[in-house]
């Protein structure tokens, strides 16, 4: 099934990209002795940089998910949606060891499941907006000391901003796992470059049954 569009995949690997790459030279700059290979200000320069990239590859995506109404892939619906979390977690524990069928028929109008519809919603309306206003405030401490203080300053600013990085790694981990969970251990990699993904017809086992 052709699952995602050419904008969803340059859209997917440019955040992959520039979030990795942030989680590299920000640990860089965490432990600038541990790393005293780099230059401290020229990785500054390009965390800053893949920050600023970042920001607007996600204001991007975000009209263009309110344009074309595919943001509706990343809202749960309320009737059921714990029954159905609840549902897909005991597939994630037991049922995928099994090699049970998945739970929810994954369709190009319906590709997230409701855990991965309740990630990505906490993702993109809690952890990002936060990663991005802590980060911003550290680059513009001494233009806005006033704000920055208002809000703990760097001793409560930084280490709050390394925590949801590390959130954002654990995610990054999680999501590589359970793309080996397809029909071939690649294959949602692939499908994520070249649009074209293999999904369990639920249909037809239900009319072969």
Do not use: C
């Not at 369709?107 to 499941?113: A, S």
């Amino acid at each position: 099934v052709y699952m995602y569009g050419v904008y969803e995949r340059l859209w997917h690997w440019l955040q992959t990209f520039t979030i990795v790459g942030l989680l590299f030279t920000g640990l860089i700059i965490h432990k600038p002795a541990t790393f005293g290979i780099f230059s401290f200000n020229y990785v500054v320069y390009v965390h800053n940089t893949l920050a600023a990239i970042l920001v607007i590859n996600a204001a991007l995506a975000l009209f263009y998910h309110l344009a074309s109404g595919e943001i509706r892939q990343f809202v749960p619906r309320p009737r059921g949606f714990f029954d159905q979390a609840i549902t897909q977690a005991k597939y994630y524990m037991s049922g995928i060891f099994r090699r049970e069928d998945h739970p929810f028929e994954k369709t190009p109008e319906k590709k997230l499941n409701p855990l991965q519809q309740l990630t990505y919603f906490a993702i993109l309306n809690i952890l990002l907006p936060l990663q991005i206003i802590t980060g911003a405030l550290m680059w513009g401490v001494q233009t806005w000391p006033d704000v920055a203080q208002a809000l703990g300053g760097l001793p409560l600013l930084a280490p709050f901003h390394s925590l949801v990085a590390w959130l954002f790694g654990a995610f990054i981990v999680m999501h590589v796992y359970l793309t080996t969970t397809g029909p071939t251990p690649l294959g949602a990699i692939r499908a994520m470059m070249d649009g074209w993904d293999e999904v369990e017809d639920h249909k037809m086992k239900e009319e072969g049954a």
